[in-house]
């Protein structure tokens, strides 16, 4: 699944957020713990989101092993890569979540209500 949101925001704004527990947490509303280190772990929404940061290429792209409660303990955690493209407007954040388990068509919904609104708000003010 790939879907972008257009933030009112440089690249290095929304790359850092993403990676910052206090930022993350401001930025959507909800307690987030980040690391902004190769391997290091996050746990989103009081522990229904966890992973790890897979590669970071600083300013440019987060690649993150994500899964929440819903998965089941035989699934494989899910990929979420984010690419960050300034432009006139801010920055075009493009994500593309992967390896979601079978069935599990919630997310869509769930980026968009839960992420991308509140980033929008955060950024745009």
């Given at each position: 699944?790939?879907?972008?949101?257009?933030?009112?925001?440089?690249?290095?704004?929304?790359?850092?957020?993403?990676?910052?527990?206090?930022?993350?947490?401001?930025?959507?509303?909800?307690?987030?713990?980040?690391?902004?280190?190769?391997?290091?772990?996050?746990?989103?929404?009081?522990?229904?989101?966890?992973?790890?940061n897979m590669?970071?290429?600083e300013n440019?792209?987060?690649?993150?092993?994500?899964?929440?409660?819903?998965?089941?303990?035989?699934?494989?955690?899910?990929?979420?890569?984010?690419?960050?493209?300034?432009?006139?407007?801010g920055t075009?954040?493009?994500?593309?979540?992967?390896?979601?388990?079978?069935?599990?068509?919630?997310?869509?919904?769930?980026?968009?209500?839960?992420?991308?609104?509140?980033?929008?708000?955060?950024?745009?003010?």
């Amino acid at each position: 699944m790939e879907l972008t949101v257009q933030l009112n925001a440089s690249v290095k704004e929304i790359y850092n957020a993403w990676l910052d527990s206090e930022k993350h947490s401001k930025m959507t509303g909800a307690v987030a713990k980040c690391s902004n280190e190769l391997g290091g772990k996050f746990d989103i929404w009081e522990g229904y989101i966890t992973g790890e940061n897979m590669d970071l290429i600083e300013n440019e792209e987060i690649l993150q092993s994500w899964r929440t409660t819903e998965f089941d303990s035989a699934d494989e955690d899910s990929v979420l890569h984010l690419y960050f493209t300034e432009n006139d407007k801010g920055t075009l954040l493009t994500l593309n979540h992967s390896n979601i388990p079978s069935g599990q068509t919630q997310y869509i919904a769930g980026w968009e209500e839960n992420h991308f609104v509140p980033m929008r708000e955060f950024f745009n003010r």
